[in-house]
């Protein structure tokens, strides 16, 4: 069965999550460099309107001796330059940012279709979706927007806790008496907060399977009339999700809750503290007003890592569900397979079942495709005759035995790289959203539309040259607008176009009639004639003289 969730208890330490997190920071440094300095030149940006409006305000209260038009300007050009910076910020998460996430999710999407196409199969494919979607986005957000403000924020605390030391020692040191408070509540709350960000995390992949799978597959849940239940299932799981979801904003509110109280009671003090010492004459109304913005300044990072907290959980979280995509094996390959066509394909006792518990589906079978033979796959269901055809393409790999490719002169195992000597058309309907020549080019990327055309002729896909915009028709998701039959035949016509010398097809006309499917087969034996010709089939009538037959029984 796909496995829609991962382990809820993590196998990944802080310390490797850290590892792997500097990793994707190393390679999006300029974002992150560029949001660094913007970050830090804000803190000194707000380190110099705190001492400006200082400076005025012992202008304006005569304690000195300077013209108050000249700190007003003063004010004015650093309020313009945080302006600036804060547009500059903007500019670099909407152009840097983007590329970011696309150049990561570019990667993870890449490695997904040069995974091993069992070990990928056995999670869902919305859990997938969901990783490469709302995991990337966590991810990059965390290392090139969070990451820097975390070292503009560290810089902000020590800047203005020398800048308040060199005011006043006393009240510097009772500003940051909160710290260890917060060091040993932080490090609980991090441990509590990955585990129930990761529960609910694993709801919403499963929230997003169900919706694509139900509306992949609206047509069976209408005619089986099972809306009322599929729509039972997503309220379940919804209903779940927001019980996670309500229990770690409880956790996270009371967590929150402490720290405000802890910073309200500091500021508090600071606030009486300077009052007094105002009250007594040792201070000016200027440096009363500098030494509560500096409290600020000091709490104010304390309170913008109790915001990262969660954007660094949620990172890890989802670094977690990206590593182990990066776990899934890729496939192994010595690279492309140059046999001289026609190629034959010999099975060497091999056996092969899906799981380890499972039964054999192939047990120490052993066969030889000649070069240039034609052979129908025949037997009753469970026999494995599409499981053939996946050991072939390599899809899956034998639990025992060998499968070899050979031609007139050599020979060579059977990998990916091997695919480029087949040409394959599976059962059902595996046409893509677009048009039918972007379809089409998807067998051969240079086809012209003559050789395309050609190709269709061959299908018995003729009816394209009838449709209003022919080559150019747009086909909606699996062949939306075409019946079974005309995809099922453009299908095919892609598969013409590749270059492959050993043509593959698995119930490859299922759903045409009699007379068109007689039809194909002549054409398709007509074209492959030079090519070893390989077919799963149930009907017989499609079997000629001069076929070979491979029953296969459970």
Not at 257 to 269: E, H, K, R
Not at 495 to 523: C, V, Y
């Amino acid at each position: 069965m796909p496995q829609i969730f991962p382990a809820n208890q993590s196998k990944y330490s802080t310390g490797r999550l850290l590892r792997w997190l500097w990793g994707i920071l190393r390679r999006h440094r300029l974002q992150v460099c560029l949001n660094t300095l913007l970050g830090c030149t804000s803190v000194v940006s707000d380190f110099a309107f705190i001492w400006a409006t200082k400076w005025a305000i012992d202008i304006a209260t005569h304690k000195a001796d300077a013209p108050l038009a000249l700190a007003a300007a003063v004010l004015a050009g650093i309020l313009l330059s945080q302006l600036g910076l804060g547009f500059a910020s903007r500019w670099v998460k909407a152009l840097l940012g983007v590329k970011a996430q696309n150049h990561m999710q570019l990667y993870y999407f890449g490695r997904l279709l040069h995974s091993q196409w069992a070990a990928r199969n056995s999670r869902h494919s919305g859990d997938l979706l969901n990783r490469l979607e709302l995991d990337v986005g966590d991810v990059v957000d965390a290392v090139t927007e969070t990451a820097p403000s975390i070292v503009a924020v560290s810089i902000r605390l020590v800047g203005a806790f020398l800048f308040l030391y060199s005011m006043d020692a006393s009240l510097a040191c009772l500003s940051i008496a909160i710290i260890p408070c917060f060091i040993v509540l932080s490090k609980l709350y991090m441990k509590r907060m990955r585990k129930l960000t990761r529960e609910v995390r694993d709801t919403d992949s499963r929230i997003q399977s169900i919706l694509q799978e139900t509306i992949q597959h609206q047509m069976v849940v209408q005619t089986l009339e099972q809306q009322p239940a599929m729509i039972g299932r997503l309220d379940r799981v919804q209903r779940h999700l927001r019980e996670q979801v309500r229990t770690r904003t409880k956790f996270s509110s009371v967590s929150s809750a402490f720290l405000s109280a802890g910073f309200m009671g500091c500021y508090l003090v600071a606030f009486l503290w300077g009052a007094t010492r105002l009250h007594e004459g040792t201070i000016t109304y200027g440096m009363m007003i500098a030494f509560i913005q500096l409290v600020g300044q000091i709490q104010g990072p304390f309170r913008d890592l109790t915001r990262f907290i969660p954007i660094f959980v949620n990172a890890f979280t989802a670094g977690e569900r990206l590593m182990q995509i990066e776990e899934i094996p890729l496939e192994e390959s010595r690279g492309k397979a140059r046999l001289t066509p026609p190629a034959g394909v010999k099975f060497q006792n091999v056996s092969y079942a899906y799981t380890p518990e499972s039964r054999l589906v192939l047990d120490h079978f052993s066969y030889d495709f000649p070069p240039g033979s034609h052979t129908a796959i025949v037997g009753e269901t469970g026999a494995g005759k599409t499981t053939l055809i996946r050991l072939m393409l390599a899809l899956i790999r034998p639990s025992e035995g060998e499968i070899r490719l050979y031609d007139g002169t050599r020979e060579t195992a059977c990998d990916a790289g091997c695919r480029a000597c087949f040409t394959y058309v599976p059962q059902g309907n595996t046409l893509f959203s677009g048009t039918i020549r972007d379809n089409l080019r998807l067998g051969d990327p240079q086809a012209s539309d003559g050789v395309m055309c050609e190709a269709l002729t061959d299908a018995c896909a003729d009816f394209v040259f009838k449709l209003p915009n022919g080559l150019d028709t747009l086909c909606g998701e699996q062949g939306t607008g075409l019946s079974e039959g005309q995809a099922q035949r453009i299908a095919i016509a892609r598969a013409l176009l590749r270059p492959g010398g050993i043509l593959l097809l698995d119930e490859a006309t299922s759903s045409l009639d009699t007379e068109t499917e007689k039809r194909l087969w002549q054409n398709i034996c007509r074209r492959s004639e030079g090519k070893t010709l390989i077919f799963v089939t149930h009907r017989t009538g499609i079997i000629t003289p001069d076929t070979r037959i491979l029953y296969l029984n459970k």
